[in-house]
Protein backbone atom coordinates (compact mmCIF):
# COMPACT_ATOMS: atom_id res chain seq x y z
CA UNK A 1 0.00 0.00 0.00
CA UNK A 2 1.75 3.45 -1.04
CA UNK A 3 2.28 5.61 1.26
CA UNK A 4 1.39 9.39 2.31
CA UNK A 5 2.90 11.37 -0.21
CA UNK A 6 3.39 15.33 -0.50
CA UNK A 7 4.06 17.18 -3.61
CA UNK A 8 6.30 19.37 -3.90
CA UNK A 9 8.95 18.44 -1.44
CA UNK A 10 10.86 21.94 -1.93
CA UNK A 11 9.68 25.37 -2.04
CA UNK A 12 11.23 28.57 -2.22
CA UNK A 13 9.20 31.42 -2.00
CA UNK A 14 9.67 35.38 -1.19
CA UNK A 15 7.62 37.70 1.53
CA UNK A 16 3.85 38.27 0.87
CA UNK A 17 3.59 35.53 -1.72
CA UNK A 18 1.14 32.66 -1.21
CA UNK A 19 1.99 29.09 -1.67
CA UNK A 20 -0.18 25.74 -1.73
CA UNK A 21 1.03 22.41 -0.91
CA UNK A 22 -0.35 19.21 -1.31
CA UNK A 23 -1.20 15.86 0.52
CA UNK A 24 -2.26 12.51 -0.34
CA UNK A 25 -3.02 10.07 2.01
CA UNK A 26 -2.76 6.48 2.10
CA UNK A 27 -5.40 5.02 0.59
CA UNK A 28 -9.07 4.19 2.95
CA UNK A 29 -7.74 7.43 5.38
CA UNK A 30 -10.49 9.68 5.67
CA UNK A 31 -8.57 12.07 7.94
CA UNK A 32 -5.46 14.42 7.07
CA UNK A 33 -3.87 16.47 9.49
CA UNK A 34 -0.90 19.01 8.98
CA UNK A 35 2.02 20.05 11.17
CA UNK A 36 4.41 22.61 10.80
CA UNK A 37 7.71 21.25 12.12
CA UNK A 38 10.30 24.17 12.93
CA UNK A 39 13.93 23.94 15.11
CA UNK A 40 12.55 26.52 17.84
CA UNK A 41 9.28 25.26 18.13
CA UNK A 42 9.27 21.94 17.19
CA UNK A 43 6.24 20.24 15.68
CA UNK A 44 2.77 22.09 16.35
CA UNK A 45 -0.46 20.89 14.96
CA UNK A 46 -2.02 23.27 12.49
CA UNK A 47 -5.59 20.96 11.70
CA UNK A 48 -7.02 18.21 10.91
CA UNK A 49 -10.01 17.35 7.71
CA UNK A 50 -12.17 14.41 7.69
CA UNK A 51 -15.05 14.01 5.08
CA UNK A 52 -13.61 17.91 3.89
CA UNK A 53 -14.62 19.35 7.35
CA UNK A 54 -12.12 20.74 9.24
CA UNK A 55 -12.93 19.16 12.48
CA UNK A 56 -9.91 20.62 14.85
CA UNK A 57 -7.52 23.58 14.55
CA UNK A 58 -4.48 24.43 16.20
CA UNK A 59 -3.09 28.45 17.79
CA UNK A 60 -2.24 29.58 13.71
CA UNK A 61 -3.37 32.83 12.36
CA UNK A 62 -5.95 32.93 9.51
CA UNK A 63 -3.34 33.18 6.96
CA UNK A 64 -3.16 29.31 7.29
CA UNK A 65 -5.58 27.42 5.75
CA UNK A 66 -6.64 24.43 4.16
CA UNK A 67 -8.79 21.97 2.49
CA UNK A 68 -10.02 18.26 1.95
CA UNK A 69 -11.27 17.48 -1.23
CA UNK A 70 -13.62 14.13 -1.38
CA UNK A 71 -11.11 11.70 -2.55
CA UNK A 72 -9.27 12.49 1.07
CA UNK A 73 -6.66 14.34 -0.76
CA UNK A 74 -6.00 17.65 1.08
CA UNK A 75 -3.82 21.08 0.29
CA UNK A 76 -3.05 23.40 2.87
CA UNK A 77 -2.54 26.92 1.90
CA UNK A 78 -0.55 29.81 3.07
CA UNK A 79 -0.77 33.52 2.45
CA UNK A 80 0.98 36.81 2.88
CA UNK A 81 4.30 34.21 3.46
CA UNK A 82 6.48 35.53 6.45
CA UNK A 83 10.43 34.52 7.24
CA UNK A 84 9.12 32.77 9.65
CA UNK A 85 7.18 30.80 7.79
CA UNK A 86 9.84 28.72 6.94
CA UNK A 87 9.56 25.09 8.07
CA UNK A 88 9.27 21.71 7.65
CA UNK A 89 5.52 21.29 6.75
CA UNK A 90 4.24 17.75 7.55
CA UNK A 91 1.05 15.84 6.35
CA UNK A 92 -0.20 13.09 8.41
CA UNK A 93 -3.87 10.49 7.27
CA UNK A 94 -4.90 8.12 9.48
CA UNK A 95 -8.73 5.87 9.25
CA UNK A 96 -10.35 8.17 11.71
CA UNK A 97 -9.68 9.69 15.05
CA UNK A 98 -7.45 7.98 17.28
CA UNK A 99 -5.98 6.07 15.06
CA UNK A 100 -2.47 5.98 14.16
CA UNK A 101 -1.42 8.61 12.35
CA UNK A 102 1.23 7.64 9.36
CA UNK A 103 3.33 11.02 8.38
CA UNK A 104 4.50 11.33 4.71
CA UNK A 105 8.02 13.00 3.72
CA UNK A 106 7.11 16.61 4.21
CA UNK A 107 7.13 19.45 2.49
CA UNK A 108 10.55 22.15 3.10
CA UNK A 109 9.01 25.35 2.67
CA UNK A 110 12.12 28.21 2.26
CA UNK A 111 10.43 32.15 3.07
CA UNK A 112 13.18 34.41 1.39
CA UNK B 1 -4.78 20.15 27.25
CA UNK B 2 -2.28 17.53 26.74
CA UNK B 3 1.84 17.73 27.33
CA UNK B 4 4.56 15.13 26.63
CA UNK B 5 8.08 15.76 28.38
CA UNK B 6 10.55 14.26 26.73
CA UNK B 7 14.39 13.82 27.59
CA UNK B 8 16.44 16.33 25.71
CA UNK B 9 19.78 15.51 23.67
CA UNK B 10 21.64 15.36 22.25
CA UNK B 11 22.22 11.26 23.26
CA UNK B 12 25.90 10.25 22.08
CA UNK B 13 26.43 6.31 22.62
CA UNK B 14 29.05 3.91 21.15
CA UNK B 15 27.67 0.85 19.03
CA UNK B 16 25.73 -1.63 20.89
CA UNK B 17 25.64 0.41 24.11
CA UNK B 18 22.00 0.65 25.79
CA UNK B 19 19.61 3.61 24.80
CA UNK B 20 16.33 4.81 27.59
CA UNK B 21 14.73 7.82 26.24
CA UNK B 22 12.77 9.13 28.61
CA UNK B 23 9.17 10.62 28.15
CA UNK B 24 6.39 11.37 30.50
CA UNK B 25 2.72 12.78 29.61
CA UNK B 26 0.08 14.57 30.98
CA UNK B 27 -3.63 14.09 29.03
CA UNK B 28 -6.81 14.31 29.96
CA UNK B 29 -8.04 10.43 30.00
CA UNK B 30 -5.89 7.69 28.67
CA UNK B 31 -4.00 8.55 26.22
CA UNK B 32 -2.53 6.13 23.20
CA UNK B 33 0.66 6.77 23.10
CA UNK B 34 3.62 6.94 20.14
CA UNK B 35 7.24 6.90 19.37
CA UNK B 36 8.10 8.55 15.85
CA UNK B 37 11.56 8.52 14.40
CA UNK B 38 13.09 11.09 11.95
CA UNK B 39 15.84 10.28 9.73
CA UNK B 40 18.00 13.26 8.43
CA UNK B 41 15.85 15.39 5.71
CA UNK B 42 12.71 12.76 5.94
CA UNK B 43 9.46 12.72 7.83
CA UNK B 44 8.49 10.72 10.73
CA UNK B 45 8.25 7.41 11.23
CA UNK B 46 6.38 5.45 13.20
CA UNK B 47 8.17 3.42 15.36
CA UNK B 48 5.88 1.61 17.86
CA UNK B 49 2.50 2.49 20.16
CA UNK B 50 0.21 1.45 23.18
CA UNK B 51 -3.09 2.23 23.01
CA UNK B 52 -3.76 0.99 27.08
CA UNK B 53 -1.89 0.96 30.43
CA UNK B 54 0.92 -2.05 30.56
CA UNK B 55 0.96 -2.39 26.90
CA UNK B 56 4.27 -2.81 25.76
CA UNK B 57 4.97 -1.70 21.92
CA UNK B 58 8.07 -2.99 20.06
CA UNK B 59 9.62 -2.96 16.89
CA UNK B 60 13.34 -3.09 15.49
CA UNK B 61 14.81 -4.16 18.85
CA UNK B 62 13.38 -1.13 20.20
CA UNK B 63 10.81 -1.55 23.19
CA UNK B 64 8.61 1.36 25.23
CA UNK B 65 5.51 0.31 28.34
CA UNK B 66 2.69 2.23 29.06
CA UNK B 67 3.33 2.95 32.93
CA UNK B 68 -0.18 4.63 34.03
CA UNK B 69 1.11 4.85 37.69
CA UNK B 70 4.25 7.00 36.83
CA UNK B 71 2.54 8.46 33.29
CA UNK B 72 5.73 7.19 31.30
CA UNK B 73 6.99 5.73 28.04
CA UNK B 74 10.38 5.39 27.93
CA UNK B 75 11.95 4.08 25.09
CA UNK B 76 14.32 1.35 25.24
CA UNK B 77 16.89 -0.50 23.10
CA UNK B 78 19.37 -2.71 24.40
CA UNK B 79 22.14 -2.62 21.62
CA UNK B 80 22.22 0.48 19.36
CA UNK B 81 23.60 0.76 16.05
CA UNK B 82 24.89 3.23 13.89
CA UNK B 83 21.91 2.98 11.83
CA UNK B 84 19.85 4.02 14.28
CA UNK B 85 20.94 7.53 14.65
CA UNK B 86 18.16 9.70 14.29
CA UNK B 87 15.67 12.36 16.00
CA UNK B 88 12.99 10.22 18.36
CA UNK B 89 9.67 11.65 19.35
CA UNK B 90 7.66 11.11 22.22
CA UNK B 91 3.81 11.40 21.45
CA UNK B 92 0.30 11.00 22.71
CA UNK B 93 -3.09 11.65 21.53
CA UNK B 94 -6.63 11.39 23.38
CA UNK B 95 -10.32 12.53 23.15
CA UNK B 96 -9.30 14.94 25.26
CA UNK B 97 -7.28 16.91 22.82
CA UNK B 98 -9.83 16.44 19.90
CA UNK B 99 -7.54 13.08 18.86
CA UNK B 100 -4.56 15.51 17.98
CA UNK B 101 -0.73 14.38 18.37
CA UNK B 102 0.82 16.31 21.31
CA UNK B 103 4.82 15.96 20.52
CA UNK B 104 7.75 16.14 23.08
CA UNK B 105 10.61 18.12 21.73
CA UNK B 106 12.39 15.47 20.25
CA UNK B 107 16.00 13.46 20.81
CA UNK B 108 18.83 13.46 18.50
CA UNK B 109 20.64 10.60 18.70
CA UNK B 110 23.51 10.20 17.51
CA UNK B 111 25.68 6.14 17.45
CA UNK B 112 29.44 6.50 16.82
CA UNK B 113 31.08 3.13 15.20
Known amino acids: KAGVTQTPRYLIKTRGQQVTLSCSPISGHRSVSWYQQTPGQGLQFLFEYFSETQRNKGNFPGRFSGRQFSNSRSEMNVSTLELGDSALYLCASSRDWGDTQYFGPGTRLTVL | GNSVTQMEGPVTLSEEAFLTINCTYT??????LFWYVQYPGEGLQLLLKATKADDKGSNKGFEATYRKETTSFHLEKGSVQVSDSAVYFCAGVSGGSNYKLTFGKGTLLTVNP
Open chain 2, 27 to 32: ATGYPS
